[in-house]
């Protein structure tokens, strides 16, 4: 790739795998694409459902998300549209501010992500702790199962509660109303979802799974509810696209919900694309698949769906059955289109439980058990981002979880990172324990070790406070100094301005580092040390204190 590509914000991935397109590959993308647009089709519908909106929501996002993030992101093989993160957000969104606030709100998302894109934050988000990210996921998985309780169950009763413990106490009321059909269904749905791989990976066994329970569901007219009995029928076409109507005092109102979609997305589509570049050995661009993502969104929520990132599972699912460039996402959302022009009325047959039993296979695929057993037994700072995030999406809200799990996670990285940075006193030339060489008299030398920021700064304050009577010259060692904030600055400032008024010559021996050099010198304090009291090598600062000592 040349320079100037390498410069280039938003470019997809699309433009170059056409340069040595050829029939084999589209062959292969082709039946990749049939292939997982049969595996999207009963996901896209079961996360519509599961985020409070009508089953068509879900596929119309796959279709067109997924075409969009295909034909203009930065990864060759990744798979966009709805998924199990978003379930969440989105439900929540919709039982606060409606559908409206819905896709307003992943419009707006859709921008952000866009201005993310052009401020080049795709390599930002790729450093967002794990930890944060397993808590988040997990609570999530959470989430999704405690949702599906009412259908896999079968229980009759209203509406579900948003919150956490006021849901499985309703179930728990409601739960001599379980149904015995739908608790069968469920099962059977989990059992072949599960199991189908061991028969033949070709066939998806969520597909599998719809067919066997809606026909058993049908002819054998099982007292269960359906998709059709809950939401009517399902449209058979594609709604013209609509710009929502947008004004300050909505977009105040929906910044919020807007900014967590843009942050989920992003981190979810970046994820994805990582996985996928380990599969066929690729380098996605991270940049151009924020913007991908944003116009996905925007194109989404233009055609009344919700919002869409990328989805790992159906990304995987995706390579392994051949895929080599985008063409094969582009044929899946096609063949999703189709399905939902000519097939999507039949749909409706569909049992709730058969749905429930999907997404409690979601939920256990997403909950990322291993890792968070494993992080668990690791570091206690580690251990305590994963639990406080993890809480806080189930209990509390899934944006106070990802900011609050940010600031914990940074909060413990500075406690780690001033650990490591300290200020010691040397008393003799040499840096080994053995005193051969005592220091002039007169002479007093720090050490600074370590990133020289908010915390340490205050460390050298305090270490410069034992000494009793002022030196002749104070040499301050730098060698281990990588870079310094605007508190060392502050800190070093203080430290000068007492040393003039104390007589004191301040020498800085050993500063290796091009950006603490350039912030001294933009805050002219290398021009208050003097050029000649900032020195390359320690034996070069024990001559010049000699110097200064012979006046």
């Not at 063409?327 to 429930?356: N, R």
């Not at 002039?440 to 030398?445: A, L, N, S």
């Not at 915390?455 to 990588?482: H, Q």
Request: aromatic share 8%; net charge positive; hydrophobic share 50%.
């Amino acid at each position: 790739m040349s320079k100037h590509q390498k410069q280039v914000i938003f470019r997809p991935k699309i433009i170059d795998t056409f340069k040595d397109y050829n029939r084999q590959k589209f062959f292969k993308d082709l039946v990749a694409g049939v292939i997982v647009g049969v595996v999207a089709l009963p996901l896209a519908i079961a996360f519509g459902i599961a985020s409070g909106v009508s089953p068509d929501k879900g596929l119309i996002t796959a279709v067109i998300a997924g075409f969009l993030i295909s034909a203009l992101g930065g990864s060759r093989v990744q798979i966009g549209g709805p998924t199990g993160a978003f379930i969440v957000v989105v439900y929540g969104i919709v039982q606060q501010f409606g559908i409206s606030g819905l896709i307003i709100a992943t419009f707006m998302a859709g921008i952000i992500l866009i201005a993310m894109g052009i401020a080049r934050l795709g390599m930002v988000i790729k450093f967002i702790p794990f930890p944060l990210i397993a808590g988040f996921t997990t609570g999530i998985a959470v989430i999704i199962f405690s949702a599906q309780m009412k259908d896999f169950l079968g229980l009759e009763m209203g509406a579900v509660p948003a919150e956490f413990i006021e849901k499985w106490v309703e179930f728990a009321k409601h739960i001599g109303s379980t149904n015995v059909y739908a608790v069968v269904i469920a099962i059977v749905t989990i059992l072949v979802v599960t199991q189908w791989q061991r028969v033949t990976p070709k066939v998806p066994g969520s597909l599998v799974a719809i067919i066997i329970t809606t026909v058993a569901a049908y002819f054998l007219k099982l007292p269960v509810e359906t998709i059709g009995s809950r939401f009517g029928s399902i449209p058979s076409s594609i709604p013209a696209p609509v710009l929502p109507e947008v004004n300050f005092s909505v977009v105040r109102e929906l910044i919020k919900p807007a900014v967590t979609i843009a942050l989920l997305g992003g981190i979810e589509s970046l994820l994805s694309a990582v996985v996928a570049d380990g599969m066929i050995r690729g380098n996605h661009r991270s940049n151009t698949e924020l913007i991908g993502q944003g116009i996905a969104n925007i194109g989404s929520a233009m055609f009344g769906g919700i919002p869409a990132t990328g989805a790992i599972a159906r990304t995987a699912t995706n390579v392994k059955n051949g895929a080599t460039t985008p063409v094969a996402g582009i044929v899946h959302a096609v063949t999703l289109l189709l399905i939902l022009l000519f097939v999507g009325k039949w749909a409706a047959y569909i049992p709730m439980a058969t749905l429930a039993g999907i997404l409690i296979v979601v939920a256990w695929n997403m909950s990322e058990l291993k890792h968070f057993v494993f992080i668990l037994r690791g570091s206690k700072s580690d251990a305590a981002v994963l639990l406080i995030t993890f809480f806080l999406t189930v209990l509390a809200d899934l944006t106070i979880a990802i900011e609050v799990g940010m600031i914990t996670a940074v909060f413990l990285f500075m406690r780690k990172v001033l650990k490591t940075s300290s200020v010691t006193q040397m008393t003799s030339i040499s840096d080994t324990e053995e005193l051969d060489e005592q220091l002039p008299e007169g002479v007093e030398v720090f050490e600074i070790n370590g990133p020289m920021f908010f915390g340490a700064a205050y460390k050298f304050k305090d270490a410069m406070s034992v000494i009793k009577t002022p030196p002749k010259v104070l040499v301050v060692r730098m060698r281990n100094v990588p870079i310094i904030d605007a508190t060392g600055i502050h800190a070093m400032k203080d430290i000068i301005h007492d040393a003039q008024q104390s007589g004191t010559t301040i020498i800085l021996s050993e500063l290796y580092s091009d950006q603490v050099m350039k912030e001294l010198t933009k805050a002219r304090l290398a021009f208050k040390i003097g050029k000649a009291n900032i020195v390359r090598s320690f034996d070069d600062a024990i001559e010049r204190s000699k110097k200064v000592l012979q006046g």
